[in-house]
């Protein structure tokens, strides 16, 4: 059991350094990393939606336009993606889609900043940075409850396991790990661009400058 904590151990030290980075990055830093965290998202998305169309979603490479814009507009509410304008990039290829997504982003991202600014001058960094606080403990608890329950199986396995057990555990708990920073960054991205700020709504001091 020993052995098995080492793991979890490192694990931690990974997300406590992390979130410290949340802490103490400069607004324009946190900044970056949103931007980032946007872009990474809408990768995803386009991956996810590229490649599966059938019938008429041949003529578009194979793109599923709808799936691609019902998903952008998901996580990006203000995002402007007109569907004749999404189809005809989709004709001429994969780049010219990708090239389009990247400027509206672009576009929606400093829009949702100016909204969310108009509040006061700090307000984008100050809620960016708490909700990837939260997201990142939230996502954290979820982990731990999944590895406790990963120790127990390997415990058990360890009676009759042919292979090492510590190898196993370390490669299951790597898979699962990998997927906690996304988890975080999906999380945090969705959830700030669906915040709406009331009307003179209050905001801490700024952060680190």
Partial sequence: MFKLDE?????????????????????????????????????????????????????????????????????????????????????????????????????????????????????????FRYLSLVQTDESWCKHLSRLDLLKEEMVLQSFTAERDVMETYKEKAAALFATLADDVRRNTVYSLFIYKPAPGAAVGGPGPR
């Avoid at 406590?16 to 809408?42: E, G, I």
């Avoid at 490649?51 to 996580?75: C, I, Y």
């Avoid at 997504?101 to 700090?122: C, H, N, T, Y």
Wanted: hydrophobic content about 45%.
């Fill in 7 to 127: 793991v979890t151990n490192g694990q931690r030290a990974a997300v406590y350094s992390q979130r410290q980075a949340y802490l103490t990055n400069t607004d324009d830093a946190l900044m970056t990393v949103f931007k980032t965290h946007c872009h990474k998202t809408m990768g995803e998305i386009y991956a996810a939606a590229a490649g599966t169309g059938t019938g008429s979603d041949a003529a578009n490479g194979g793109l599923n336009v709808e799936k691609l814009r019902t998903k952008a507009l998901q996580f990006f509410p203000n995002i402007a993606l007109d569907p004749a304008e999404l189809t005809a990039a989709a004709a001429a290829g994969g780049p010219k889609v990708q090239s389009l997504l990247e400027g509206r982003l672009d576009a929606a991202i400093a829009d949702k900043r100016a909204q969310v600014d108009a509040v006061s001058p700090w307000a984008f960094s100050s809620f």
